[in-house]
């Protein structure tokens, strides 16, 4: 079946470091992709989507290339901020599914001053 | 901005016990989700709804159901709580089946099962 798999957390840097979440999927046919992120005590809210291969989705400083030669959708930015600690969700949807998607188990991210 | 509300944000029942979780979106939208959040597991979809009096059966629907008699209201329904539902319950909704079309998502209702 459709997967996602995100590298595990917590995720632990320092203000203005250079932030990595690595993400790769598994998937029957050509999804889109995207990032999700949850702020303590909040819902989900849309990051970021690539819906072809090559595309790049941005938003806020982040960063996520959808790399179909290694099926995968790794999450970045520059300089990471104390604003930035939150859970990350890589997720996708496939062409024809309804708009069902289907989650990675999220990567927490604390940044520390 | 959509707008997605979650009728409790905290909730504390006890086993064998029928609840009702309520989600309402404001802003029009065909499709609606529901999932549980559970630690290590990540997000899980239950039930969800593409028009009024419609339901789809998600990833683990046992011991779940759902109701959606009008547009924007959403519920979903636990007939007999047991712990293993204590649990994060997010409500989300979007604009159409169109795969560019994002989710937009509720806030949350921490529920805990006795």
């Known amino acids: 079946g459709d997967s996602v798999t995100q590298m595990e957390g917590p995720v632990t840097l320092s203000e203005e470091a250079f932030l990595t979440i690595n993400c790769t999927y598994t998937?029957?046919?050509?999804?889109?992709l995207f990032w999700y992120v949850q702020y303590p005590g909040e819902g989900l809210q849309l990051l970021l989507k690539?819906?072809?291969?090559?595309d790049k989705g941005s938003n806020k400083g982040f960063e996520a290339t959808y790399r179909k030669e290694t099926t995968s959708f790794h999450l970045e930015k520059g300089s990471v901020q104390v604003s930035d600690s939150a859970v990350y969700f890589c997720?996708?949807?496939?062409?024809?599914?309804?708009?069902?998607?289907?989650f990675g188990t999220g990567t927490q991210l604390k940044v520390e001053l | 901005d959509v707008k997605v509300t979650q009728s409790s944000r905290y909730l504390v029942k006890r086993t064998g016990e029928k609840v009702f979780l309520e989600c309402v979106q404001d802003?029009?939208?065909?499709?609606m989700f529901w999932y549980r959040q559970d630690p290590g597991l990540g997000l899980r979809l239950i039930y969800f709804?593409?028009?009024?009096?419609?339901?789809e059966k998600g990833d683990i629907p046992e011991g779940y159901s759902v109701s959606r008699e009008k547009k924007e209201r959403f519920s979903l329904i636990l007939e007999s709580a047991s712990t293993n539902q204590t649990s994060m319950y997010l409500c989300?909704?979007?604009?159409?089946?169109?795969?560019?079309?994002?989710?937009?998502f509720g806030d949350g209702t921490r529920l805990s099962i006795l």
């Open positions: 802003m029009d939208h065909e499709n």
């Open positions: 998937a029957t046919g050509y999804p889109s």
């Open positions: 989300a909704s979007s604009q159409t089946t169109g795969i560019n079309q994002p989710q937009h």
């Open positions: 997720a996708l949807v496939l062409t024809g599914g309804g708009n069902k998607l289907t």
């Open positions: 709804s593409y028009d009024v009096k419609m339901k």
């Open positions: 690539a819906t072809k291969a090559d």
